[in-house]
Structure formats: C-alpha cells, structure tokens
C-alpha cells in the first residue's frame, strides 16, 4: 500500500461517503480537499503516488487544465488531486461492490 493508498483510507471510512464522492466527484466539496492550501499540501506530501496513479489511468498534466493557453500549476494540482481521490473512491466502491 502506497502513502497515498494509507493516507486516503484513513480519510475515507463513511460508505456514503465514498460512494457521493465516486458518483459525483470532488466538485461538490470533500473535507480536506477544498482549500486551494490544503490541496497544495496533499499533492506536495503524494506528489510521486499522484503521478503514478494519473500515468495509470492515462491521465497527463495538460489534460487537466481548463485552458491550455492560460493555466497555472496550482489548477492542475488541485486538479490531479481531485481526480485521484475520485479515482480512489471509484476503486473502492467497485471492490466492495458499493453503489
């Protein structure tokens, strides 16, 4: 088990929540993941378990930005970190067969 996989299991331990956050997404607001600070830290402390996971699920850093001509890498890391915990949610919700 990777930080990351440690570190979002702890987070994550209510089913419903994991299922809002599998079918949903980040989007509506997730503890912890909102402020663009805590989002800075998270991806800094699992930055080489976030790329692993992005390179994984055939997603790259450019593809993560609304507009390719005028991003800053703040975006794309608040971002990456959205899509790997919406990612980690889906995952567990699939293995315990959680709608």
Known sequence: MTN???????RFTDQSEISDVANHGCSGGVSGFIY???LFDFF???ENDIEDVLHEIGIRYRDLAKDPD??????VRERAVWVVVTYYCRSVCDAFAIA
Do not use: C
Not at 4 to 10: G, I, T, V
């Open 70 to 75: 005028d991003w800053t890498f703040q975006e």
């Open 44 to 46: 800094n402390q699992h």
């Open 36 to 38: 663009s600070s805590e």
């Open 4 to 10: 990351l996989e440690r570190a979002l299991s702890e």
